[in-house]
């Protein structure tokens, strides 16, 4: 059977509605970025005629959450999470940022404690909602999964945790001292699939490894308050 769409663009109330053969989804405009945009989470961007054509592109697919579009440029950017404030944003002119109905309670949703985060297995990090220890996200079935078919590019921070006794590679150079280049040089390694590193910037050290805590005993992965090290859980391809 194949679906259709008819989509209603509603100035005043800046809210779209997209009405299928068995269901109907809202889109409204996050009020709170403007002017900004990022590509972290970011699987499809495109050229399009209009922000209705925008809207479409991400209504029909069901890994879209959050979708970008430049007012200026007709760019637009579909997201398999949400996006809020709390994301790391770089000011760019045009942009207006719209969250669909699947954005309720989806990774990268505003958090204050663990408790607002209801997608299962997901806590509570820098006022976003994330995969806990062990758990990677999906951007194709939008959970949190114990592994992936193909890993991405993106990490997921756990912050004052490691994995004991699990380093295959460390770094010291500067360029890796961040969680950036940290990450870079996981996703690089051919030698193993890098899945998590560790990030020490107080003492210079990027710890990269082929394990999660689901790979390791229970013992083995330490949540220390006071230590120096944040572990970092590297995320699924968008496939």
């Given at each position: 059977?194949?679906?259709?769409?008819?989509?209603?663009?509603?100035t005043?109330?800046?809210?779209?509605?997209?009405?299928?053969?068995?269901?109907?989804?809202?889109?409204?405009q996050?009020?709170?970025?403007?002017?900004?945009?990022?590509?972290?989470?970011?699987?499809?961007?495109?050229?399009?005629?209009?922000?209705l054509?925008?809207?479409?592109?991400?209504?029909?697919?069901?890994?879209?959450?959050?979708?970008?579009?430049?007012?200026?440029?007709?760019?637009?950017?579909?997201?398999?999470?949400?996006i809020?404030?709390?994301?790391?944003?770089?000011?760019?002119?045009?942009?207006?940022?719209?969250?669909?109905?699947?954005?309720?309670?989806?990774?990268?949703?505003?958090?204050s404690?663990?408790?607002?985060?209801?997608?299962?297995?997901?806590?509570?990090?820098?006022?976003?909602?994330?995969?806990?220890?062990?758990?990677?996200?999906?951007q194709?079935?939008l959970?949190?999964?114990?592994?992936?078919?193909?890993?991405?590019?993106?990490?997921?921070?756990?912050?004052?945790?490691?994995?004991?006794?699990?380093?295959?590679?460390?770094?010291?150079?500067?360029?890796?001292?961040?969680?950036?280049?940290?990450?870079?040089?996981?996703?690089?390694?051919?030698?193993?699939?890098?899945?998590?590193?560790?990030?020490?910037?107080?003492?210079?050290?990027?710890?990269?490894?082929?394990?999660?805590?689901?790979?390791?005993?229970?013992?083995?992965?330490?949540?220390?308050?006071?230590?120096?090290?944040?572990?970092?859980?590297?995320?699924?391809?968008?496939?």
């Open positions: 059977m194949t679906s259709y769409f008819n989509v209603i663009y509603l005043l109330c800046h809210l779209y509605f997209v009405e299928g053969a068995t269901q109907t989804c809202a889109i409204k996050n009020s709170s970025i403007k002017n900004k945009t990022t590509t972290s989470w970011m699987f499809q961007e495109s050229l399009v005629s209009s922000k054509d925008c809207a479409a592109q991400c209504l029909t697919n069901p890994s879209c959450i959050t979708y970008m579009i430049n007012r200026n440029t007709k760019v637009c950017r579909l997201f398999s999470t949400r809020t404030q709390y994301n790391t944003l770089t000011s760019e002119a045009g942009y207006l940022s719209y969250d669909t109905c699947r954005a309720t309670d989806a990774f990268g949703s505003p958090c404690s663990n408790s607002n985060c209801k997608l299962a297995n997901t806590i509570c990090v820098d006022n976003m909602c994330q995969c806990d220890a062990g758990w990677s996200y999906s194709n079935t959970q949190c999964v114990r592994s992936c078919v193909h890993y991405g590019t993106m990490f997921t921070k756990i912050k004052q945790s490691y994995i004991s006794g699990n380093d295959l590679i460390t770094l010291t150079a500067p360029q890796y001292i961040t969680a950036s280049g940290c990450g870079q040089a996981c996703v690089a390694v051919t030698s193993f699939t890098c899945l998590s590193f560790e990030l020490d910037t107080t003492f210079g050290r990027c710890y990269l490894q082929s394990v999660t805590p689901f790979l390791v005993s229970l013992l083995d992965f330490l949540q220390l308050l006071g230590t120096t090290v944040d572990y970092y859980q590297r995320n699924c391809a968008y496939v």
